[in-house]
């Protein structure tokens, strides 16, 4: 099935090491920016306690839970050791410096 | 390809060493691991559980075989290497097995010290050492019933509980009159002796032992002066000593335990050595945490990191002999220049010492309540002066005038369930179970897995305890040094020294220039680097947003919810009707659901949307209001009463001057919260002798404290000093603000900071040395003059993006 992708906006509008909320009717999805300008969208919800995501201090391919400190994985939406829980996480990809999502 | 590592000695210091460098380097060398023992890595300071009956073998592995076929390890277990040819860089063993290395890495760990007496090799004699020797013990109890152990010490002690707990009938023969006398002095060992005599162990202290007697095995062990004891099993418990033996037949120079320099480094640089088996700086070493450091710092140089140093361990030792509290750290002997702090009482089997010398604790022996261990460790470890603690510190950290939650102590008694972490809920079971579980050494390990004291902390003394208890003896609790994180080795002040002597200027030119060992930080550093770079440099430092936790970074506090409150500033409290309206048209306007009172004696408006945050702060800047800092780590509030303007007590006016103090001190960061109070007569309705700073008016002038806390662990203030007029109080409060700002570490509050490092040294710099307040006060001044922009106003007009979705769609 070809994949339906969502424009979501342009890179530079998302800060590095950060990241911006796109509303849906489902729910918010957090849109991350890494340092290395790598772009992944999780559901805005930490497995924990539904921590807004969005709003956590990014490093690597992580994200700190703003709530709790939960440190869950962009590219999987997994917590990482020793929590468990995993969040939905969405492809994403950047073409002209524009970001696509897959919701 | 791959380089091949070989460590000899599949131990606890070795095995860490590994765990340590998968971390670091996961595929950089080809592993194989040499042990004696059949088995896969296990936790040997267990092994007295396990004499015990508590816990099995399978308790206590560390590392089985499955862990080293996943992690691609080659374990050749129950294989003795012979020989090391460090010219072919090869070993070999016994069995003619011949492994080829790149690094050699040895962690030989120490072997018992067997006395050389006649009858020493008879069966039946024995130490106390491995799974083998707990065999033979567990065994013998079966079918003989008299057992003698050789040597008071930790290790004989609890040989001799165990083999008690197997049913046999157990003396303890001790050379000194002094039981564990490398950690105790007589009155502890004696309040010891008598309580073990009463769970029914027999002694024999100041005997010499002669000769081992037996036919077929052991029969009896006679003594210097003739008497004898008789002993169907005999251990050894007299000592360990490093195992060198194969480092010095291959030509590694060794002293006492192989020569190893900061970096773990023998003299064959293709050759570390960790552990029991090591001589480093003339120390050799028998307990766990020295062990652990040392792995990491070798980890680090095999990874060829090569940024980390060992540079030796204070230790101590706390440990559960037969279910008896004893804490031992330091010279707790004393000599002529030292004084001693006694307290005892026999009936309840309590006696503590604690050795001053020049104001500092440099030894201390607890017995049968060791609840203050710690406080007493990081006491003689950070060199405080405890002269103005001196006439309460023997009663512990929380008789220091204060109390609050987090006071209760000895965890031993409590059943399973009771809840030790009030934060999350953890109860006592589930701590110790994880212990057990997933094998865990230290308080950052319990708090990832159980989130025990991982929220306010107050009961971190709590889980030290079962921490201790549950791993029991040699356990060592406190490592000698405390990274910020785990990106870095360095310490707050090692960072913060280096960011001020080799001028770094950005959180990026920090993480370079110390070698970070994640380029982008993680969420507990960056925030500390921004701080201290703000700190160190203001007025040319540039603020990083995105290593501000979320309530900085959107100047509102978030809920559980997701949703923010807004507190705007109220100078000392007091508004007037023109404010209230203000504040109740935009409550109506963004429909504010919770609008409260807060303790600060001001106004939080609850459940804000963030998408209305830039608007409802132009709202509030329209009718005057600035961002009240509710949210950072910064100044919060000045708390004031009504004063001499309305109070037939007030001596002073209180509520002007604590608007003054706010006007001077709002919009500054510093490392943690940051709370002022004035009071207008000692009655002090403002409650100052809780707050960072508070200032009790007297009718000759203004008494100044310092250090309070109302939060997780009251704490009174100190007092610091009195002075005569509104402007020296400001003064001071600058230059006391400033010097936190200075010395502080990120995230710690005045209170433990002032018992970090002593009232007097706060006094000093601030009340007797004139110039140094001024200095303090005029760069507090300087510091100021671009703080004090209110960042809702900014933010309104800069970057209102930020708070809106980048998208809608459906």
Known sequence: METNWTQVGVLADIPQKGSRVLNSKDGDVAVFRTSKDEVFALFDQCPHKKGPLSQGIVYDKRVACPLHNWVIDLGSGEATGPDEGCTRSFATKVEDGVVFIAL | ??????????????????????????????????????????????????????????????????????????????????????????????????????????????????????????????????????????????????????????????????LMIQGMDVTVVHISDTLMNMQLDKTASDMMLNELKGKGLKFLMQHESATIEGKDRVERLTFK??????????????????????????????????????????????????????????????????????????????????????????????????????????????????????????????????????????????????????????????????????????????????????????????????????????????????????????????????????????????????????????????????????????????????????????????????????????????????????????????????????????????????????IPRIWGGVTNPRELRAIADISDKYNVPTVKITGGQRIDLLGIKKDDLPKMWADLSEAGFVSGHAYGKSLRTVKTCVGSEWCRFGTQDSTGLGIKVEKMTWGSWTPHKFKIAVSGCPRNCAEATIKDFGIVCVDSGYELHVGGNGGIKVRATDFLCKVKTEEEAMHYCAAFMQLYREDGHYLERTAPWIERVGLKSVQAQIVDDEANRNQLAQRFYDSQKNAQNDPWAEEVAKQPQKYIPIKQVG
């Not at chain 2, 000695?9 to 380097?25: D, S």
């Not at chain 2, 002597?501 to 380029?519: F, G, H, R, S, Y």
Request: hydrophobic share 40%; charged share 20%.
């Open chain 2, 225 to 566: 002066d003739g008497s004898h004891v008789d002993a169907d099993l005999l251990v050894m418990a007299v000592g360990v000593r490093p195992n060198a033996t194969l480092a010095q037949s291959a030509g590694i120079h060794c002293k006492r335990g192989i020569v190893v320099d900061d970096t773990m480094q023998t003299f064959d640089p293709r050759v570390y050595a960790v552990g029991e088996c090591v001589q480093h700086r003339g120390s050799t070493f028998g307990l766990v945490a020295p062990l652990f450091e040392q792995a990491k710092v070798c980890a680090n140089h095999l990874a060829q990191m090569g940024i980390a140093r060992y540079m030796g361990s204070v230790t101590s030792t706390k440990l559960k002999v037969t279910g008896i509290d004893l804490f031992s750290a330091g010279n707790f002997i004393g000599d002529d220049d030292s004084d001693d702090l006694v307290f005892k009482d026999a009936a309840r089997f309590v006696y503590k010492k604690l050795v001053i010398k020049n104001d500092q604790l440099i030894g201390a022996v607890l017995y049968g309540d060791t609840v203050d261990s710690a406080w007493y460790f990081q006491l003689m470890r950070d060199g405080t002066d405890v002269s103005s603690i001196r006439e309460n510190m023997l009663f512990g950290q929380h008789h220091l005038g204060d109390s609050g939650h987090g006071a209760s102590n000895a965890v031993d008694g409590l059943p399973d369930e009771a809840e030790i972490c009030g934060c999350n809920g953890v109860c006592k079971g589930d701590i110790v179970q994880a212990i057990s579980k997933h094998n865990l050494f230290t308080l950052d390990e319990v708090k990832a897995h159980t989130k025990a004291s991982a929220s306010c902390g107050s009961c971190t003394g709590l889980v030290e305890q079962l921490l201790a208890s549950t791993l029991g003896s040699d356990f060592n609790d406190t490592p000698s040094k405390k990274a910020i994180c785990g990106c870095t080795g360095m310490t707050h002040n090692e960072v913060k020294t280096a960011i001020t002597e080799q001028q770094l200027k950005t959180i990026a030119e920090v993480m370079q220039a110390l070698e970070w060992q994640n380029p982008d930080g993680c969420h507990s550093c960056r925030p500390a680097l921004n701080y201290y770079l703000l700190s160190t440099w203001p007025n040319e430092y540039v603020d990083d947003q995105q290593s501000r936790f979320i309530n900085e970074r959107v100047h509102a506090n978030i809920q559980k919810d997701g949703t923010y409150s807004v």
């Open chain 2, 1 to 162: 390809m791959k380089e091949k590592l070989v460590l000899i000695g599949n131990g606890m210091a070795g095995m860490r060493t590994l765990e340590e460098l998968l971390k670091l380097a996961p595929d950089k060398y080809q592993i194989s691991v040499f042990g004696d023992e059949p088995y896969g890595n296990y936790n040997r300071i267990m092994l007295s559980p396990v004499l015990a009956g508590e816990k099995t073998i399978n308790d206590i592995m560390i590392n089985d075989l499955q862990w080293y076929e996943d992690n691609d390890v080659t374990l050749y277990s129950g294989q003795r290497v012979s020989k090391i040819d460090r010219i072919k860089r090869r070993v070999m063993t016994d069995d003619g097995l011949v492994v080829e290395y790149d690094r050699l890495l040895l962690a030989t760990g120490s072997k018992p010290f067997m006395l050389p007496l006649p009858g020493a090799d008879l069966p039946g004699v024995i130490s106390f050492r491995d799974i083998a020797d707990v065999d033979t013990m567990i065994d013998t109890a079966k079918s003989h019933n008299k057992a003698v152990v050789i040597g008071g010490g930790l290790l004989g002690l609890e040989a001799a509980n165990g």
